[in-house]
């Protein structure tokens, strides 16, 4: 019988030891269920093949089609991936609505013995329960936001809070992006897959205790933040962090190295900011990238870039925040110092 979720934190801890994914690897790629491997019952392009003969010759036969296919390629998962799965295994199966891919999977490898369950409505389901986790519901705990400039080591805290037992949500880690021109970290996942991410995060907290998240805008590089979760971060109180400017210009040159090591590649990514200050000082910072002068660029981004914005920023927001902590330097012992008060504070919240 099709197992029925009916939440994230149920579709989390399924009990189940294995999930697959018998979509193809296009729309496994687009966003799956937690934890999922990907065994496509058909694909890329025999999916196209089998939908294109569906639709404009005659179903009987798109199935005939599909169902040799499917049967070659289980018997390439059963004989790969899957041949070291002993007797007593028990996979979890799903595809995009719960239908003929997994249903036809599920059938072989039950024949087996494996005691095989399906996900009812499949991938759509687990689609429906993170737009009602993220649009529908307000979030489960009480927002905390760090807040501070550019430098400031927000990301780096974040992880020293959780190592600490404090609750903790990087959405910058989750969305693949630092929030400026410094901050790509790879490829961005899509816009689905994000919110996956997202709703995991927030099944998994306990909503007794405050959950720490860094003071972001509605957008991290191409992907937005959902509703629910802007109005609470909105609406949370903020521990801003202070630094002196050339200690934050070291840690950028520290953390930022990777993104660094190619001067003109970085000097590409500083030109888009002519609009917004002018050619002359554009024309300055390339200079300073080419020739690799990477402690007074950092310094000058902050001060004339970055700085001036999130004033403008926290203008706009109004308030003032929780606590302002002030730091003296940004190295190990410091931020180790810096993550104990900040606990700290979150605890009395």
């Given at each position: 019988?099709?197992l029925?979720?009916?939440?994230?934190?149920?579709?989390?801890?399924?009990?189940?030891d294995?999930?697959?994914?018998?979509?193809?690897?296009?729309?496994?790629?687009?966003?799956?269920?937690?934890?999922?491997?990907?065994?496509?019952?058909?694909?890329?392009?025999e999916?196209?093949?089998?939908?294109?003969?569906?639709?404009?010759?005659?179903?009987?036969?798109?199935?005939?089609?599909?169902?040799?296919?499917?049967?070659?390629?289980?018997?390439?998962?059963?004989?790969?991936?899957?041949?070291?799965?002993?007797?007593?295994?028990?996979?979890?199966?799903?595809?995009?609505?719960?239908?003929?891919?997994?249903?036809?999977?599920?059938?072989?490898?039950?024949?087996?013995?494996?005691?095989?369950?399906?996900?009812?409505?499949?991938?759509?389901?687990?689609?429906?329960?993170?737009?009602?986790?993220?649009?529908?519901?307000?979030?489960?705990?009480?927002?905390?936001?760090?807040?501070?400039?550019?430098?400031?080591?927000?990301?780096?805290?974040?992880?020293?809070?959780?190592?600490?037992?404090?609750?903790?949500?990087?959405?910058?880690?989750?969305?693949?992006?630092?929030?400026?021109?410094?901050?790509?970290?790879?490829?961005?996942?899509?816009?689905?897959?994000?919110?996956?991410?997202?709703?995991?995060?927030?099944?998994?907290?306990?909503?007794?205790?405050?959950?720490?998240l860094?003071?972001?805008?509605?957008?991290?590089?191409?992907?937005?933040?959902?509703?629910?979760?802007?109005?609470?971060?909105?609406?949370?109180?903020?521990?801003?962090?202070?630094?002196?400017?050339?200690?934050?210009?070291?840690?950028?040159?520290?953390?930022?190295?990777?993104?660094?090591s190619?001067?003109?590649?970085?000097?590409?990514?500083?030109?888009?900011?002519?609009?917004?200050?002018?050619?002359?000082?554009?024309?300055?910072?390339?200079?300073?990238?080419?020739?690799?002068?990477?402690?007074?660029?950092?310094?000058?981004?902050?001060?004339?870039?970055?700085?001036?914005?999130?004033?403008?920023?926290?203008?706009?927001?109004?308030?003032?925040?929780?606590?302002?902590?002030?730091?003296?330097?940004?190295?190990?012992?410091?931020l180790?110092?810096?993550?104990g008060?900040?606990?700290?504070?979150v605890?009395?919240?």
């Amino acid at each position: 019988m099709p197992l029925e979720l009916r939440t994230v934190a149920e579709a989390v801890a399924h009990g189940f030891d294995d999930v697959l994914d018998v979509r193809s690897p296009a729309e496994f790629a687009e966003d799956r269920m937690p934890g999922a491997i990907n065994l496509p019952a058909l694909d890329n392009d025999e999916r196209a093949r089998v939908g294109t003969i569906y639709k404009q010759e005659s179903p009987f036969r798109a199935r005939k089609i599909g169902a040799a296919l499917l049967a070659r390629n289980a018997a390439a998962h059963i004989e790969g991936p899957l041949a070291d799965r002993d007797g007593g295994w028990r996979p979890l199966v799903y595809c995009w609505r719960g239908g003929q891919r997994s249903g036809a999977f599920a059938s072989i490898l039950r024949e087996i013995g494996w005691r095989v369950e399906t996900v009812a409505g499949g991938y759509r389901r687990w689609r429906r329960l993170v737009v009602a986790a993220l649009y529908d519901a307000p979030v489960p705990a009480r927002v905390v936001l760090l807040d501070g400039n550019t430098g400031t080591a927000k990301t780096r805290l974040l992880a020293l809070l959780a190592a600490r037992g404090t609750q903790v949500i990087d959405l910058e880690d989750r969305a693949g992006h630092r929030g400026s021109i410094l901050g790509a970290l790879g490829p961005q996942p899509s816009q689905k897959a994000f919110e996956s991410a997202l709703a995991v995060d927030l099944a998994r907290l306990d909503p007794a205790r405050p959950v720490i998240l860094e003071a972001e805008s509605a957008t991290i590089g191409r992907l937005t933040l959902p509703p629910a979760l802007v109005a609470a971060m909105r609406q949370a109180p903020r521990i801003e962090i202070a630094a002196p400017l050339d200690a934050r210009a070291d840690f950028l040159v520290e953390t930022y190295g990777e993104a660094l090591s190619d001067p003109r590649a970085f000097a590409a990514r500083l030109r888009p900011l002519t609009r917004l200050r002018g050619r002359a000082t554009v024309e300055r910072w390339v200079e300073m990238a080419e020739a690799g002068d990477w402690q007074p660029l950092a310094a000058e981004l902050m001060a004339l870039h970055y700085d001036p914005a999130y004033a403008k920023s926290r203008a706009r927001r109004g308030g003032a925040p929780l606590a302002v902590l002030e730091a003296k330097g940004l190295g190990p012992a410091d931020l180790e110092a810096l993550a104990g008060e900040i606990a700290a504070r979150v605890s009395a919240v």
